[in-house]
């Protein structure tokens, strides 16, 4: 089946620097992607949706200066946490799904663990 | 707003066993629901996909069934394996045929040797 990766698998930073991660869709185009974030025992959440060549769309309460998203290819989307704060530390997943058909399976890369002391 | 809920959250059955996990969701207007299978610190794996056309689909061990009116999923696993531990979610789009898709919390899944 599809690939998705991201990189890096996890991170560390300090308060207040800026974190970049990175969903790449190996084997497959994919004009949209989408970034989730989970925390502990929590479901998946919605941040933005990520379309190839225009800005991304973010869903309420996300705020998009924060999360700067990238879609530079038709393989690669990148989520920058800005000013990375304690709070923000969390699980951050992509999806994307493979094909034109909308409905088709998405698929999800293994996610990108933040730790911000 | 689509709301999906997952019962029971957490669960425990020993080896062999088959079981039933329980999605619930709100507004049955869905294109399709996806299961899927999440590995502690990992990402998601895609289980099975059901179109909103079908009420069931199959792969290997696992049967899901939908029933869109009633706004309800099951996933049946068949004889159980330790490897079968993980947290098992499902989702559906927000609406109609968005692909942005939600939730739900999750079945813990354990299953004893």
């Known amino acids: 089946g599809a690939v998705v990766s991201q990189h890096p698998s996890w991170v560390i930073c300090k308060s207040g620097t800026s974190v970049k991660i990175e969903c790449r869709s190996l084997d497959f185009q994919a004009t949209t992607m989408f970034w989730y974030r989970q925390f502990p025992k929590q479901s998946l959440m919605l941040m933005a949706t990520?379309?190839?060549?225009?800005?991304?769309?973010?869903e309420q309460g996300v705020e998009k200066d924060k999360f700067l998203i990238n879609h530079a290819s038709l393989t690669l989307s990148t989520l920058t946490v800005t000013s990375a704060h304690p709070e923000d530390s969390s699980f951050y997943i992509c999806?994307?799904?493979?094909?034109?058909?909308?409905?088709?399976?998405?698929?999800f890369g293994p996610g990108t663990r933040l730790l911000v002391l | 707003k689509q709301e999906v809920t997952q019962i029971p959250a957490a669960l425990s059955v020993p080896e062999g066993e088959n079981l039933v996990l329980n999605c619930s969701f709100t507004d049955s207007a869905i294109y399709n629901l996806q299961w899927f299978r999440q590995d502690p610190g990992k990402g998601l794996t895609s289980l099975l996909l059901?179109?909103?056309?079908?009420r069931e689909q199959t792969s290997g061990r696992l049967n899901a069934s939908l029933d869109k009116s009633s706004g309800r999923s099951t996933l049946y696993i068949a004889a159980s394996q330790p490897g079968d531990s993980a947290t098992y979610l499902c989702?559906?789009?927000?609406?109609?045929?968005?692909?942005?898709?939600?939730f739900g919390k999750g079945t813990k899944l354990t299953v004893n040797p």
């Open positions: 989702a559906v789009p927000t609406q109609g045929g968005s692909e942005k898709l939600v």
């Open positions: 999806s994307a799904r493979d094909g034109g058909t909308v409905g088709e399976t998405q698929y």
């Open positions: 059901i179109q909103s056309s079908q």
């Open positions: 990520s379309n190839e060549g225009s800005k991304a769309t973010y």
